[in-house]
């Protein structure tokens, strides 16, 4: 078998092969008997037809079939001769065989394309944010906790600021018809909060059950404005507990009065915070790495986690989901993760970094220890080969950020939650 190799760009190529009659005559003979088993022909016992009067009669139909079984033998052949590792099935061309003669065709495929990395070591710069919580944040958290014991109260008296409203949501077009498709039933919102404040906080005070109103939120669409009709079904208040030592203690076994509870919380508070702000360091790597890495993804491995997402959502969403829209509106973001797992693969070389079995077992023990009342759930699902390497990669994800954390410039950027609480009460002020 003879292959020659073309490099199309960096992810396709093309294999031409060729193999050479000698190398086929004893399997196609072998085709032949095959065929001639399952053959019945007048004046002939079913499986008894001559071999001459079989290639007579089927030798067109013979050749095309046995040139069709023989490419998956040879493509993988092939491969493993040129060390390919196709991302698609390939496109077969220029497939010619005939008895006596070679067998031919040429195979297009797609495959992962090098990654070349940038000079990352001590150059590369990135942003951390270091947020800074305040007693607004603490009072925000306890109003939280309080909620989720709090009781409800029907209102009769109409909407204010602060009470919850059960409602029905249909978009609305530029001319004021509703969009269909576009409703949302059921939602709770309150009054004041978030889009719900600003102009809208005006038009959804007042209101009582079978009340509507129109109200804007921005879209998606960083700037465009939507209007929807709210229909009222329900106007309720919150009632909630006092915050006394009962209910301290009930929520927080560690505090034993509002100040040590008030601590807690700030404790709370800053921990997620760091959170976020590594996850956001994280995110600016992969940033720097998306922006300084030359790599353009193979289409057929964006389309192929487009569909994959794709058929997800149709289990999840069933004919509500909308196929043509996602792919529109996904494929730049998909893209994106393609290349992203691309430079991860090339880094983990590059770095040398893996995660052993060892490691991997001496985790699941560190989660059964903060978890000793599940201790038989977690055992069954780390069980399963996907959730271990489900695992496996969450670690070397760890891993593999500590290790460029230690190579990247860090700057230090100190951000105020009360900054933080301006700039969105400034962005819902126009709704």
């Known amino acids: 078998m003879k292959t020659n190799l073309k490099r199309i760009n960096d992810f396709t190529q093309k294999i031409t092969i060729s193999v050479p009659w000698e190398d086929l005559e004893s399997a196609f003979e072998a085709h032949i008997k095959r065929f001639t088993k399952k053959l019945k022909l007048p004046g002939f016992r079913k499986g008894k037809v001559p071999k001459k009067v079989v290639i007579q009669n089927f030798g067109p139909e013979l050749e095309a079939e046995f040139a069709q079984n023989s490419i998956e033998l040879h493509y993988a052949e092939a491969l493993q001769e040129q060390k390919l590792v196709p991302v ?108 719900f404040g600003g102009n809208n906080m005006g038009r959804l005070t007042g209101l009582k059950a079978k009340d509507t109103a129109v109200i804007e939120a921005e879209t998606v669409n960083e700037g465009d404005m939507a209007k929807y009709q709210v229909t009222v079904k329900n106007v309720q208040e919150e009632i909630f507990p006092e915050l006394d030592e009962e209910f301290i203690k009930k929520v927080d076994s560690e505090a034993t009065d509002e100040s040590s509870f008030r601590q ?16 956001q360091l994280n995110e600016a790597i992969v940033d720097y790495f998306i922006q300084s890495t030359k790599l353009e993804p193979p289409p057929s491995m964006v389309e192929n986690m487009i569909d994959n997402a794709i058929e997800q959502a149709k289990s999840n969403n069933g004919k509500t989901f909308d196929e043509e829209q996602y792919r529109s509106e996904s494929r730049q973001s998909v893209a994106r993760s393609v290349k ?58 760890k891993n593999l950020f500590e290790k460029l954390k230690e190579h990247a410039k860090v700057s230090e950027v100190a951000i105020a939650t009360s900054d933080l609480r301006k700039q969105r009460e400034l962005a819902t002020e126009g709704a």
């Open 88 to 195: 698609n099935r390939a496109s077969i061309e220029d497939l010619s065989f005939s008895k006596g003669s070679s067998l031919s065709f040429t195979a297009t495929l797609e495959v992962e394309p090098e990654v070349k990395l940038p000079k990352y070591h001590r150059k590369m710069k990135v942003k951390k944010n270091i947020y800074t919580p305040d007693e607004t944040d603490v009072d925000g958290y306890i109003q939280e906790v309080r909620r989720q014991f709090s009781e409800l109260k029907t209102v009769e008296s109409g909407s204010e600021k602060g009470h919850l409203l059960l409602v029905d949501m249909q978009e609305l077009d530029n001319s004021g018809i509703p969009i269909i498709g576009k409703k949302v039933e059921d939602r709770y919102l309150v009054v004041g909060e978030g889009v």
């Open 340 to 397: 992203w797992y691309l430079i991860r693969k090339a880094l983990l070389e590059a770095e040398d970094l893996s995660v052993q079995d060892e490691e991997l077992e001496i985790h699941i023990e560190e989660i059964l220890k903060s978890s000793k009342d599940e201790e038989g759930q977690i055992r069954r699902f780390y069980k399963k080969s996907s959730n271990r390497e489900r695992l496996r990669d969450d670690l070397l994800d």
């Open 264 to 279: 807690n919380v700030l404790k709370r508070i800053e921990e997620r915070l760091d959170r976020e702000s590594d996850g």
